[in-house]
């Protein structure tokens, strides 16, 4: 048995009417989702700029938004009006915010994998930063250094080896993974030697540390720092990015552990400060997540019920792991609720699955919905405004979703949804 969904868990703006109806932005979601269909990702355009503001006020300048999280033309424009560099993880992302107007300085470009033709690419754009990943990356820039670009400002993403209480694909402050340069296995201090050498074709302007994702104690950051410092400290560098990873609630147990922006801030410099690091070292943050998780929802319809006896209710819905892979891949859990009456108590235990030709296709192992739930219901997962569509695919040749910004009353869609022409613009026979 559960309450009605947590208001933590949604939109800023959302309000109920009198009969339980859901409003977000002050639109009707059951209208919004009847006149584009679903599935539908639906965000709530003054809670995305609320939270890049608020980080901005709590971490100063030094906050770029990590766009792996969303991104499309629309999100990276209001970013960009909203102050906030963007970190982007490919040329695929630098291209989409620089086709979106966000000026090529305001871009960090992350991988731990560059190939030439994104670094070519970064540097022919004049991409504000690079986070150099690892020692076959340095030497790539100092061979394109003699093709005439400035020098690009580069960051080294080193490994604290600190373990991150997250999910183990979520972790990556630790040393046995892909990214990164080892501080303990001295693989950091031979990179910085490289930037500092002779043709290293890069101008190394900091250290840049990120320990993992859904990320809850602040201690966490403080502890990274902690370790980082005696490596930073004598490099005598200007800037420090200590990545993003700050927790988003996805459940009604999450909603109480998260700390706020300003809370996150006030650890990390408190710890920068008991580190002895100087006051004039520029601190960078990366959220992601924090900034668009719960932004947004997405509307499904139900199309089946079925009600195993003494076993369980599968209750089927018009998506699944192709708008959200999360489930399958992280187990990741969410809650569920029915925009008609989001007030409604949730007293019926269902499983929530895909229409995905897939056992796994599980969206919802153990969720609770109201009683009168019914086939032709829109049902709402919230907090899925991150790593949803970004990570959105065609199995099974499902068009992705449409996503709808919603404002002050307006609704408007900011990427349409696929048509099955889209399935095929790239086949040939
Ligand atoms: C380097 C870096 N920065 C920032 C982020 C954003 O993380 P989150 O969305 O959890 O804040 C990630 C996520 O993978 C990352 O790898």
């Known amino acids: ?29 059951c209208e919004i989702a009847e006149e584009f269909g679903t599935p539908l990702f ?54 989409t915010a620089l086709r979106a107007g966000v000026p090529a300085a305001r871009l960090v470009m992350h991988g731990n994998n560059k190939s030439t033709a994104e670094l070519t690419y970064a540097l022919e754009r004049g991409i504000g930063r690079i986070v150099v990943d ?39 402050g630790h040393e046995d993974q892909k990214f990164g340069l080892s501080i303990e296995g001295g693989a950091a201090t031979d990179a910085v030697l490289r930037c500092r050498g002779e043709g290293s074709g890069v101008e190394l302007v900091g250290i840049h540390c990120h320990i993992g994702s859904q990320i809850f104690d602040a201690e966490s950051y403080a ?21 993003g990873g700050l927790g988003a609630p996805y459940v009604e147990e999450e909603v109480d552990g998260v700390p706020t922006f300003a809370e996150w801030a006030a650890a990390i410099n408190r710890a920068v400060k008991e580190a002895g690091i100087s006051g004039v070292v520029r601190l960078g943050v990366e959220p992601g997540r924090s900034i668009a ?3 947004a929802m ?32 992280y187990g990741s859990g969410y809650e569920a609720f029915l925009p008609r009456n989001g007030t409604a108590e949730r007293s019926r235990p269902v499983r929530i699955v895909g229409k995905h030709c897939e056992t796994g296709d599980v969206l919802i192992n153990e969720a609770w919905v109201p009683d009168d739930i019914h086939v032709g219901d829109l049902l709402a997962t919230p907090a899925t405004g991150a790593y949803g569509y970004t990570m959105a695919n065609n199995y099974n040749k499902l068009p992705r979703p449409a996503v709808v910004f919603v404002h002050d009353s307006t609704a408007r869609v900011v990427v349409r949804r696929e048509t099955y022409d889209d399935l095929l613009r790239l086949d040939s026979l």
């Open 298 to 329: 997405t509307v499904y319809r139900v199309g089946t019920i079925k009600t195993l006896p003494e076993i369980r209710t599968y209750v089927s819905i018009d998506g699944g792991m192709s708008d959200n892979p999360r489930p399958a891949l």
């Open 1 to 29: 048995m559960a309450g009605p969904i947590h208001p933590k868990l949604l939109p800023i703006t959302t309000t109920f009417s009198d009969e339980g109806r859901t409003f977000v932005g002050g639109r009707d979601v």
């Open 223 to 243: 502890k990274t720092i902690a370790i980082v410092a005696p490596f930073f400290i004598p490099l005598g560098l200007p800037e420090l990015v200590v990545g």
């Open 293 to 295: 998780a719960n932004a």
């Open 134 to 172: 690892s020692v076959d990356e340095l030497e790539r820039l100092a061979r394109l250094g003699g093709f005439g670009h400035p020098k690009p400002k580069v960051l080294l993403r080193v490994t604290p080896g600190v373990k991150a209480h997250t999910h183990e694909f979520m972790a990556t």
């Open 42 to 95: 639906l965000y709530d355009e003054h809670h995305l700029r609320q939270r890049c503001r608020d980080a901005l006020w709590a971490f100063g300048s030094g906050v770029a938004y990590g766009s792996k999280a969303f991104l499309c033309l629309a999100m990276a424009k209001l970013v960009d009006e909203e102050g906030l560099h963007i970190d982007v993880a490919s040329a695929g992302e630098a291209y």
